[in-house]
């Protein structure tokens, strides 16, 4: 077992929307941080959609989810906390001296006085398609998620599933597309009512009942065989490009094995509170791990629970800090940084 013994003020689980902006605030609060993230790279699950349009991040005109990423990691990244990428937490105790000891898929340990837990809703690693020969097709035209537009301009496309991700996306890429074909094996599409309207004068075609069974080619996919569930019925049909939105796994480990309280809808989340306080003191949630009454689902709530998160935290380290650090047009800590944005000519 590696043992990392260097002691850190807050440790965050995850290096999405809400660990980068923890990460920031927790420096701007002066604490001594460490991000530990499962990926290669950070940034969450907006590397789900790099090409999207976000809209609704305050006080920010449109950006592409890759431009996005971009900016929240050089946010983060402030204060220089330590980084540890590729690492999965797995195991989680805390200590008699009230230290918490973060174990991880490679065997290795950390040591925190207060944690927060930003690890998303469990949605980075997609759910395979279940069938032969699929994962030979990934390097050329079987997708699992949209990184850039211009491999599906004018391409007869094929969506694989009926959750509002894959609505989503066939309506995003009917305007460009030669044409696109949504298929879902249930009996309804399960996006939001609006955007399955938003289909037929997309003219995307759906089909319901309706799964891959084969994909058929030697480089890329040509032909894939469809099944229809209930009839029994196949076709084969030409494709360019399968495009596959089954959902995404998620690691239940570490939240069975806590001792958090989770949310009894799902049991996948934490049920905290608006603080992001947790039953565990000192551990805290951000992002969309946490659920509580007055949840806001968008990004920009990401950021409030990883700022409500940090303040915890300090004030669990210090009960006599202050509840929030002082705004950034006061604080000192950025006297020198402004310069650079200030006086460029």
């Known amino acids: 077992m590696e043992d990392n013994k260097e002691l850190y003020d807050v440790t965050i689980i995850g290096g999405g929307p809400a660990g980068l902006f923890a990460a920031f605030y927790a420096g701007l609060r002066e604490m001594k941080v460490k991000v530990i993230e499962a990926q290669d790279r950070l940034g ?39 980084v540890e ?15 918490f000891e973060l174990e991880t898929d490679q065997q290795k340990k950390h040591y925190s006085k207060t944690v927060v837990m930003a690890v998303g809703g469990g949605i980075i690693d997609p759910i395979k398609l279940d069938v032969d020969h699929a994962s030979t097709f990934e390097d050329s035209n079987l997708f699992y998620s949209v990184q850039s537009l211009q491999d599906f301009k004018n391409k ?22 030669k044409k696109v074909l949504l298929i879902y094996r249930g009996d309804q599409l399960k996006g939001h009512e609006a955007d399955v309207s938003k ?16 994909l058929l080619g ?31 796994h ?8 806590s001792g958090l309280r989770m949310d009894l809808k799902d049991n996948y989340f934490i049920k905290g509170n608006v603080l992001g306080e947790s039953n565990i003191p000192g551990l805290y ?7 509580h009454d007055g949840k806001l689902h968008l990004i920009a709530g990401a950021f409030q629970d990883a700022a409500n998160a940090v303040n915890g935290a300090k ?13 950034s047009s006061h604080n000192d800590r950025f006297k020198e940084k402004n310069k650079q944005y200030l006086y460029v000519k």
Do not use: C
Request: glycine share 8%; charged share 20%; aromatic share 4%.
């Open 199 to 214: 289909l037929t004068k997309n003219n995307v075609e759906y089909r319901t009942h309706t799964e891959i069974t084969a």
């Open 315 to 327: 004030r669990y380290l210090d009960p006599e800090a202050q509840k929030v650090a002082l705004v």
């Open 285 to 291: 949630g951000a992002g969309d791990i946490l659920s």
């Open 44 to 82: 969450g699950k907006v590397h789900v959609y790099p090409q999207k349009m976000i809209w609704d991040v305050g006080g920010m005109t449109p950006v592409t989810g890759s431009k996005l990423i971009e900016q929240m990691i050089e946010q983060g990244l402030t204060f220089d906390p330590t």
């Open 85 to 99: 990428l590729e690492q999965t937490i797995t195991k989680m105790n805390k200590l008699d001296s009230q230290i």
């Open 250 to 257: 998620r690691n239940h480990q570490l939240m069975n094995e």
């Open 218 to 248: 030697d480089d890329q996919i040509r032909e894939v065989t469809l099944l229809h569930n209930q009839t029994k019925q196949t076709e084969i049909l030409s494709v360019d490009a399968v495009l596959v939105n089954h959902g995404y």
């Open 156 to 177: 007869t496309i094929l969506i694989s599933g009926g959750g509002p991700s894959a609505v989503d996306w066939a309506n995003e890429l009917a305007p460009i597309a």
